[in-house]
């Protein structure tokens, strides 16, 4: 059988966006039309074109997500760097909460002196590097604090630090050294046992920077006998 230029496709017949046309639709032994060969030579040029037009958007898009991702990046480094501020504001906050450790002796074999020692650090136990003002408390009820202020255990002169108010009483005001150490003298004319406690001072301090918050604070016994 044989084909004549007649048979041949024509363009409308071929896709314009196709690439080569499958081999069936290609007659055998036939002088193609020129309109074939044209629309087929098209059909190439346009997907070449639209390739191109994929790679040019596809680079695009490659090129905003490399940006996002420096964006992304600096963004992390911020929040690094304000993890980096929040940690130092923190450490630089950490004695303004404070931890008290009490130390109370009393006397024995009539003896009416006895000895206190105060220490104030941060929750982590590390010594505060700063003087602070807090209150202590004496009383014959364990937890009590100013709440049954009782006995006649008294504050007395300071050693280290300054007791800045309640000397002879059961009540004081005391100032620390700059390491947060305070020592002075108790005196107690009676047989009995009394408990130390500490507490921010109600009254405020004699500058900001003594100022702190006692957070933590287990009362220490002292006991006198004859």
């Known amino acids: 059988m044989s084909y004549t230029t007649a048979d041949a496709p024509t363009s409308a017949q071929i896709r314009k966006n196709s690439a080569i046309p499958h081999a069936s639709q290609i007659p055998n032994d036939s002088t193609l039309t020129g309109d074939f060969v044209d629309d087929a030579l098209n059909g ?33 480094a911020t929040n690094v760097t304000a993890i980096g501020l929040n940690t130092t504001a923190t450490a630089a906050d950490n004695d303004d909460f404070v931890r008290v450790v009490i130390t109370a002796v009393g006397g024995s074999g009539g003896a009416t002196a006895g000895t206190l020692s105060v220490q104030v650090s941060d929750r982590a136990g590390v ?100």
């Open 44 to 76: 190439m040029s346009t997907d070449v074109v639209a390739a191109e037009a994929d790679i040019v958007t596809n680079a695009a898009g490659i090129a905003t997500n490399v940006t996002n991702i420096g964006t992304n990046t600096s963004g992390i």
């Open 127 to 226: 010594a505060v590097a700063r003087a602070v003002t807090i209150a202590m408390d004496s009383s014959l009820t364990q937890f009590a604090g100013p709440l049954a202020a009782t006995g006649t255990a008294f504050f007395d002169t300071a050693t280290t630090g300054t007791l800045v108010l309640g000397s002879g009483a059961l009540t004081a005001l005391i100032t620390t050294d700059a390491t947060g150490l305070y020592e002075s003298a108790l005196a107690d004319a009676a047989d009995e046992t009394s408990w130390f406690s500490a507490r921010t001072a109600p009254g405020g301090s004699a500058s900001n920077d003594a100022g702190c918050v006692v957070v933590e604070c287990v009362p220490d016994d002292a006991t006198w006998a004859a």
